[in-house]
């Protein structure tokens, strides 16, 4: 058995202990390649693997798919590693094929370089691939991690399904990618409006919004509508109640339900709008007229939609009473009005 190192060597109070070749050689190889990484096996095709239009016999190199019978792996694999040193070898990082020789040892970059060059999987090379590997390196991550989760969408199921903090990455992700995507934008509100509980999540949320837009409307424009809907300039304490009830809102975390403060605040800010109009007398019989304007207009609208063209098909004596009624009502309104008129 022959030593690593050589005893005399060491410092005399420490006992020296014999390693075996097989040890040394293989803390050896583990030592590179926590290194370089990648770049150890890389070398090794790079320096065995004949390059693209070299013949056979022109050197001790071999072609792709004999160095993987030897090694007892796949052609594919071995053509990975022998990609990504082409790539590296144009960017200047490594020698070019034709200056290595079988055996010959040469500097080797940081391992983490590596990751910027080797793909485990041929689908990266795909469109579909490539555009994967692209959004990875956007958010940061690895590509050959992003390229195994969307080669196993079953597993990405599984994780969404077990996980709610997968479900929520999943979510955000989806509501980035329906920006852009008409076709899946169609397709998510068809399976809302096919969801019962889902559609009623949608309507309720929905609900939440429009209050919530409500009282925002107040805080921000300082302008509110009248529940006869005219359109007035809110008191300072209506608008500073509306930030409040805003700023309430705003500070709940992401996981909580904000329907109830919206419910809230949306009937707070009504029940003021309604006790500010009673208290400005101006404001009341405006509020009063603007009403009265808009049932009738819905009113005259309604009856003119009314037709008689065909009236002896449908005519009903009951038909008659209730527009007689209905003469009979107008004609009483119309007194009040010349009577309140001739009043002032």
Known sequence: MTLAIDPSEMPAEVEFVPFADDVVRDAREFG????????????KVARSVRPGGQAAGE???????????????????????????DKAADDGLVPHFEALEPGQDVELPDADVWLSYYVSRSSATSERGTAISEAAEAEGIRPTKALEVAENPTALRAAILADPSTARAARAALLDRIKEDPTLQAELARDVVRTDDLKKAVATESRSADRIGYVRQIAESGQVKTP????????????????????????????????EWATEAYDTMKNLVVETVEADPELRVQERRTK??????????????????????FYEDDMVKQLEDLQEAIGSCIASLRNARSAE
């Open 59 to 85: 050197s001790a190199k071999v072609s792709a798919k004999e160095f993987a019978e030897l090694a007892e792996c796949s052609a594919e694999r071995v053509m990975r590693y022998y990609k990504a040193w």
């Open 228 to 259: 006869a809907g005219q359109t007035i300039d809110a008191p300072r304490s209506l608008r500073e109640e509306a930030e409040r009830h805003l700023s309430l809102i705003e500070e709940l975390n992401d996981d909580e339900d904000a329907g």
């Open 32 to 43: 590179a390649y926590a290194r370089t990484g990648g770049w150890a096996f890389g070398l």
């Open 292 to 313: 009265f304007y808009s049932s009738l207009q819905r009113a005259t609208k309604v009856f003119e939609e009314l037709t008689f063209d065909d009236a002896q098909d």
